[in-house]
C-alpha cells in the first residue's frame, strides 16, 4: 500500500462529451458515464496515475434528471422534486494501471413542497444550473431538504465512503 499525499493530486476533468447507451437503469447509467469519463482522462495519464471519474443523477417518476439545460427546465424539475422523495444515483469509476473498479451508490431525498416563489429564487441564485436534478444539497437547496437516506456525500456527487473503499482496493490508503 501507499500513501496518497496531497502533493501528488493533479486535476485533469474529462473534457469529452458524456455519452452512455440508451436504456440503461439508472444505476448502469451512473456506472458507464463515470468510466466513459475515466477511460478519457486514463488515455492521457501516466503509469501509476490513479483516476477518479463520477456522475450523478436524479430518479423520480420513472424519469432521469441530469443538469438543466436552461432555467425552465430547472423550474420543471424542482416543481417535480418539490413534496416528493427521489433517488439520487452516482457512479463512481477508479483506474489504476489499467485495473478500473466501478460502482453505483443510491441515496433517497425527500423535498419538502416548494412555493413557485421559492423556486424562482433558487434558479435565480443560478446554483441549479450545473447540477443533476437542478439543485445542490450542499448549498442553498439544503433549504428544500427534508430527510437523506443513504450516503449525504452521494447527494452532494462524490460517496466518499465507497470511494476510500475503491481506492483502498487499487492500494491507495488516504490514512
Not at 444515483?89 to 412555493?115: E, H, N, Q, Y
Not at 430527510?147 to 475503491?166: A, E, Q, W
Request: aromatic share 6%; charged share 25%.
Amino acid at each position: 500500500m501507499e500513501m496518497l499525499g496531497v502533493r501528488d493530486l493533479r486535476i485533469d476533468p474529462a473534457r469529452g462529451e458524456e455519452s452512455a447507451p440508451e436504456g440503461l437503469a439508472p444505476d448502469g447509467l451512473v456506472q458507464a458515464l463515470a468510466a466513459h469519463k475515466a477511460r478519457e482522462v486514463e488515455a492521457r495519464s501516466g503509469p501509476g496515475d490513479v483516476i477518479i471519474a463520477a456522475d450523478t443523477v436524479v430518479w423520480h417518476g420513472g424519469r432521469v434528471y441530469g443538469k438543466p439545460k436552461d432555467e425552465a427546465e430547472a423550474a420543471e424539475m424542482l416543481r417535480a422534486l418539490s413534496g416528493d422523495t427521489h433517488e439520487v444515483f452516482t457512479g463512481v469509476c477508479v483506474i489504476r494501471d489499467g485495473k478500473a473498479l466501478s460502482r453505483a451508490v443510491r441515496s433517497v431525498v425527500r423535498f419538502r413542497p416548494l412555493s413557485d416563489s421559492e423556486i424562482a429564487a433558487y434558479i435565480a441564485t443560478g446554483e441549479p444550473m450545473d447540477k443533476a436534478g437542478a439543485y445542490g444539497a450542499q448549498g442553498k437547496a439544503a433549504l428544500f431538504v427534508e430527510s437523506i437516506t443513504g450516503d449525504f456525500f452521494n447527494v452532494m456527487g462524490l460517496p466518499l465512503c465507497t470511494l476510500g473503499r475503491m481506492l483502498h482496493e487499487q492500494g491507495v490508503e488516504l490514512l
